[in-house]
Structure formats: structure tokens, C-alpha cells
């Protein structure tokens, strides 16, 4: 395991609390996200099974067939119900999930799987070389409307030389190729020969992970039961269920009334509205800094969002510390590219957009904007007028309200519009219907960009680059830095291309928040690590005199 394990080391420096491992890309619902894949392997201490943790979600699942879903509520499920060849533990190194072992060849090129044999699927077939043959076939099928597809590729071959082996070919050094392998392991057996559109699937997966689908109840909840095959242990909590809710002041009212036990907390409410004694007696309270990054997208297809100048001028006006200071409280820093302050990728010396409406003014003007005598921004005898697009989220939804303030002294108007997170992917992301919108992206294991920014993927529709993203020296760039597995190289590689971002605006980059998190008292074995506070879910555990919902066995 030379090469491309001791360079991911290296590299797992990004991951947080709502997303998983994956080397993915998902939409979040939230602005902050984790990894629920367990760190104990087979040494675990024998506690009381029993009693049901309830997750509180605003987004519900788009489907359950997690290759064709971008959005956090879809992945929130899909990573507890599938596992990927390797996962990371606690610390964020790599380790194995399905493969147990590998080989990586002296060239790099090649890494050859050894697969685990006490695997089963959740309907209790065995699990096989076969499924993940069939998963890279799946990932680049054409009726696969998938994002995730670019890692694979780049292999030129694959091979299982029997039942529990697979070789992995590439045509030269891939520096994400083990990583990739974190994405889920799909059932052979149940989707060959399948529309992944059209398969039962979506709504009523089937995976190898540690819970298995139990229930979906649209617009309210769903539900998983523990895996007692799982190969890690069967977890300890038996039921998991998130529940869908209409936004966070809903959840939170849930959650103090005991309809849920965990939540995301806002900023607001983790400073003002959990310093009560009720609180205190039955919820612990946990902060640190996300693996995710909140942003301002523009559509770069449509006018005026198509000029470098307009979204300087953008971002030069954009409050970023007053937005920290007063939605996130101080629980959160500034961002300037797509990669965490303080990481070994993160170039903390590019071009910085520091509050500005003077300079904003200047670019304004140097592209043909004029105030007329309403002091309304105009050009070729058109106000500028912006749609602000978010979802049902409080601190976008209060973002949206500083930025239109802040953004009308310039004569924009700006209208809000806030959409079901539902809608807001499938009619404005997935369509590319929208002038502007606030979101936030998790921040990935691998620091390989591709998926959102390489141009190739403004082609189609329903691709992670929605904004459009075109540049040369950035597609250069990316192919670059995954051709090294020396980390300095990569690193140039990767300096580079935060420089062209900011430098482009595609984005005005927010912030990195805190993850702030309520997790009930009943539940123990709760240990916030690198890995973010869910990674060891399958270990917690209610003690048996306190444990609140009584599960039929």
C-alpha cells in the first residue's frame, strides 16, 4: 500500500458531520455536515442493545439509490444503509470496509482488492467481486443519471480473478483512485438489467451497512432497523429515524418537547435558546469547526452573472464578517476558495474580498452600470435585478435579508425567493433555473475538485458544476494534481486553481461554520473526534434503565 494510502493520509485532512466518507459532492440542506461509519471494527465493548435515535432533517431524500441523488438528506440515509470498499476511521486515515486489505502496485497504477467473506447484502445475499464489477459498470452506464462518474473514468480495466478479489487498472498514477473506492457498493443481484429510474431502489434500498431500510413515510419520516449481520457488530441503538421537519425552529421546539434527539442547532439557538435548565438536564451540546462551506452561487449562463466584473463588484459587497457576527454569533470563519482555513490545501493568500462598496461601485461602473435618478442600477435601459434563490433554511433565508440590504446601497434589487429543498433541486439546481442561490457544499476526504468545476460537466443538466464554470487553466489544473502523488505538487496544482477562483468570482465564498450539535443525554459512547461526531454511531448506546422507545424484536 505504498503510494496512494501513505499520500491519503496526507490528504484526509477535510471531512465533517453530515455527509459521510464518501468522495462525493452532496447538496446540503443544512450548513454544516458528518461521517456515520464506524471506527471500532470488531473490538467492541459488549452494551445493551435497544432504544431509537431520532435525527431531525429539514431536506427529505430525493431517492435512495445514493449514485443518482446529490443532495445531503438522500446521502444522509443512503451512508447508513450501503458501505464503499474502504472508509476512514476516527483520526480520518483510510481503512477498510468492504475490502478488508489492498495491494497498490510499484507503478501506481493498479491496486488490487482483497474483499471481506462475511459480507451479506440485507435480503441476505452474499456479497461478492461481482457487486463491484457491477458498481463501476453502473457508475458509467448511460441510463445512470449519475455526477459521481468521473473517478471511474479513468480506470482502463477491471477484473475479479475470483469471488473475493478485484484489480483496479489505470492508465497512470491517479492520486484519488483509492478514495474513489469509498462510494457505495451497489446490489448486482437486484439492479442488473435495471433502470436505476425506475428501480424499487429508490424508495426501498438494499445495502450491506450497519442499518437496513425499514420505512419511508413521505413528508414525515424514515426509518432504518440495525443490521445484526454487520460485519463491524450489530449497532447497539436499534432503530434510527429522521424525521422531517418544516425548518430548524420547528426542529428545535421537537427536540426540547423530546420528538427528537438530535439535531444541527443554529447559531441562535445553540448561544440563546439552550441555556435553560430543561435543556441542560437532557441534552449535551457540541461545537467545532465543519467540513463545509457556505457560498453564493451565480448562474454564469445568464446576464449579467456572465461578467467577472459584476460578481467582483458582488462579493466586494458582500458583509461576510457581519454575517458571521451576527447570524453565526462568531461560530464561523470567513472562506476564500473550497478548501477548510488552516488545511494543508487551503491557499490562504489569494485574492480576499473584504467588505467594499466603493470598489463594488468602480467595477460596477467599469462594466456600463449607472445609477439613474431613482438610484437604480441600470444598463442598456435594464434595472439589475437579482431572484435570490435558497432553501428552507433560517441562516441562509437571514443571509439572503443582509445581502439584499447590502446589495441595494449599490441600486440591485434583490427578491428572495425560498423553496422546499425538494423544489429548490429539482426545478431551479437540477434545471438551472435561478439567477443566484445560497447553498453550502461538504468538503470532501480527496481535495480533487472535479466534480463541481471542470467544465465537461456544464454540458449536461443535473451535474454538480450548475453554476457553469468554463476555464482552461482550471481543467488543466485539476488533471494535474490528480497525476502527482507527490503532495507538494499537487498542492502548487491546487494553490493555483484557488487563485483563478478568486479571481473568476463563480462563487462569492461565505464561510465555514461550526458545527453545532444536540445529542440527548440517554444516548453514551458519544465521542467527538477529527471524523466529526457520528462516525461511530453503530457504538452508541442507551443504558437499559433509561432507554425510551421499546422496539418489538
Partial sequence: MRGLYSLLLICAVILSVFCGCKKTQVLSDDDAAGDRKSAAGKNRAKNPYGDMLVIASIGEPLNLIPAIAHDSASHEAANLIYDGLITIDKDKNIKGALAESWDVSPTDTSITFYLRKDVTWHDGAPFTSKDVIFTYKFMLDNNTPTSYDADFRKITSIDAPDDYTVVVEYEEPYAPALISWSIWIMPAHLLEGQLPAKSPLQRSPVGTGPYIFESWNANQNLTLKSNPAYYEGQPYVEKVMFRYLQDQGASFLELLQGGVDFMQLTAAQYEKQTDTERFRTFYNKYNYLADSYSYIGYNLTRKPFDDKLVRQALSYATPRQEIID????????????????????????????????????????????????????????????????????????????????????????????????????????????????????????????????????????????????????????????????DPVKRKACYDRFQEILAEEQPYTFLFVPESLSAVSKRFEGVEPAPAGLLYNLIDWYVPTGVQKYKIQR
Fill in 326 to 485: 451576527s447570524i453565526l454569533h462568531g461560530h464561523g470563519v470567513s472562506a476564500t476558495g473550497p478548501y477548510k482555513p488552516g488545511t494543508y490545501w487551503h491557499n490562504p493568500n489569494v485574492q480576499s474580498y473584504a467588505t467594499d462598496l466603493k470598489k463594488a461601485r468602480e467595477l460596477l461602473n467599469a462594466s456600463g452600470w449607472e445609477l439613474n435618478e431613482k438610484g437604480l442600477l441600470m444598463k442598456d435601459k435594464k434595472a439589475f435585478r437579482i431572484e435570490l434563490i435558497t432553501n428552507q433554511n433560517t441562516t441562509r433565508i437571514q443571509i439572503a435579508e443582509i445581502l439584499q440590504k447590502s446589495w441595494k446601497e449599490l441600486g440591485i434589487e434583490v427578491d428572495i425567493r425560498v423553496a422546499e429543498w425538494g423544489a429548490f433541486i429539482s426545478q431551479h439546481i437540477d434545471k438551472r433555473n435561478f439567477d443566484a442561490v445560497i447553498l453550502s457544499w461538504n468538503i470532501v476526504l480527496d481535495p480533487d475538485p472535479n466534480d463541481v468545476w471542470n467544465s465537461s460537466s456544464c454540458a449536461d443538466k443535473k451535474t454538480l458544476n450548475f453554476m457553469c464554470f468554463k476555464n482552461e487553466e482550471a481543467d488543466r489544473l485539476m488533471s494535474e494534481g490528480t497525476s502527482t502523488f
